[in-house]
């Protein structure tokens, strides 16, 4: 497997990370909506699925920040070793900008 493919991998991987962590939390600000709305209902029975519920969300919510805080260090130590990389290398980077440049040039002219 090459470093170009590899690298993607990860990237699709932290994107799919950072769409499952904004689509948790829509979760969970719509169960706590709904839990807020149901608050007025009465019954034994609710009350108990209801303490289950806060209980769940607030595992969830500590897990979602977790994976949230491990993805902003990774963002940071990637974006730390592109910068190494741009100042060590300039004009590679400066090569590789052109290229990409380039290729998206070249695709948004054939539209």
């Known amino acids: 497997m090459s470093a170009k493919s590899l690298s993607a ?13 904004s689509d948790f939390k829509v979760v969970v600000a719509d169960a706590e ?6 608050a007025g209902q009465g019954g034994e029975a609710l009350a108990a699925v ?9 595992v969830a919510k500590s897990k979602m920040l977790d994976a949230e805080e491990e993805l902003l260090e990774k963002t940071r ?17 400066v090569g590789i900008a052109a290229g990409v440049g380039l290729l998206l040039g070249l695709l948004i002219s054939r539209r």
């Open 77 to 93: 130590v990637g974006a730390k070793a592109t910068d190494e990389y741009v100042h060590e290398h300039p004009w590679n980077a």
């Open 33 to 38: 909506a709904l839990l807020k709305d149901s």
């Open 50 to 58: 209801r303490a289950r519920v806060e209980d769940s969300l607030a």
């Open 9 to 21: 991998g990860k990237n699709a991987a932290e994107v799919t990370k950072e769409k499952l962590i």
